[in-house]
């Protein structure tokens, strides 16, 4: 049952006539178990890494992921192979490699994929992505007139965003995409598929996508405080900042300008703070990145 709605939910004769070269690395998970029987479908040449079920392997320390990745993506360029994904063990989130090995951070991950769906969804109206996720999402969606809705940085909030039948795609800035037409959820393997197909009628490859698509600069700080004084941090950062427009989706963003915003939000579960600053260059983003960070500090005691 999954898998013919697996199938129906694609344009499976456009993923067929271009004949992908791909590299699946599973991460030794369940999508290992599944995968290999749809991906038959798709007239694809396939070589898999880590494809069996391994209970040892399936939790990985920091260094261990990256030196997967590493791996991964060195498979895809040296066979010179169009691209390659790595899914998660839980089979939800996946890692992109473009065929010369660019690893993708996950904001440029969502961006380049929301553009492949705009370029060949004509009918598309709205689209979801989390308050943190880069102003590029903006710029993209402008260009094809199509409305963005900021939610929560929660998979519920992401799921829940699917209710409304205006929007065609939910998009997180981790790998994880929900495409409403197939499911409610998060799903790699269905993300793989759907990248495929979105690649083959776009008739388009994700350097040349990244190549072609504007970049803003956004840098990222961690500041360490107790649970008990985020809520204070919150408070403080919104004051100072109130001659700004502000969305207080999660946390509290304030917009410079029209392409310049600096977020501040807690941590869910550790005791930190997160401040992300975007702006149209890298000089305007480390100046405001000292400048916003010196100003958080200052409220922990």
Request: aromatic fraction near 10%.
């Amino acid at each position: 049952k999954y898998k013919k709605h697996f199938l129906n939910c694609l344009d499976l004769q456009a993923i067929r006539k271009r004949k992908f070269k791909v590299v699946i690395d599973y991460s030794y998970g369940i999508a290992s178990t599944i995968f290999p029987n749809i991906l038959g479908e798709f007239n694809c040449d396939v070589v898999s890494l880590s494809a069996h079920l391994d209970l040892e392997k399936i939790t990985r320390s920091e260094e261990e992921f990256n030196d997967a990745l590493d791996h991964f993506t060195y498979a895809v360029k040296s066979l010179h192979y169009d691209i390659g994904f790595m899914i998660d063990a839980g089979g939800e989130k996946i890692w992109l490699s473009t065929a010369k090995g660019k690893k993708l951070d996950g904001d440029r991950f969502l961006v380049l994929v929301l553009k492949l769906f705009l370029l060949v969804t004509g009918n598309a109206q709205k689209i979801a992505v989390p308050v943190q996720a880069t102003s590029e999402v903006d710029i993209v969606a402008k260009e094809f007139g199509v409305e963005v809705v900021r939610l929560k940085d929660t998979h519920y909030s992401m799921m829940k965003a699917c209710d409304d039948k205006d929007i065609s795609f939910v998009g997180g800035t981790r790998g994880g995409f929900l495409f409403p037409e197939f499911l409610y959820a998060t799903d790699g393997m269905f993300t793989v598929a759907k990248i495929l197909e979105l690649l083959a009628r776009s008739n388009q490859s994700i350097d040349e996508l990244d190549r072609n698509t504007p970049r803003l600069f956004m840098l990222k700080e961690n500041i360490v405080c107790s649970k008990d004084e985020k809520g204070k941090i919150m408070r403080r950062f919104m004051e100072d900042t109130i001659q700004y427009r502000q969305e207080l989706i999660d946390g509290v963003k304030v917009f410079l300008d029209k392409y310049t915003n600096v977020l501040c939000i807690p941590d869910k579960d550790r005791n930190l703070v997160h401040l992300n600053v975007e702006s149209s260059s890298e000089k305007i983003s480390k100046k405001l990145m000292k400048e916003f960070k010196a100003k958080v500090e200052s409220y922990v005691d």
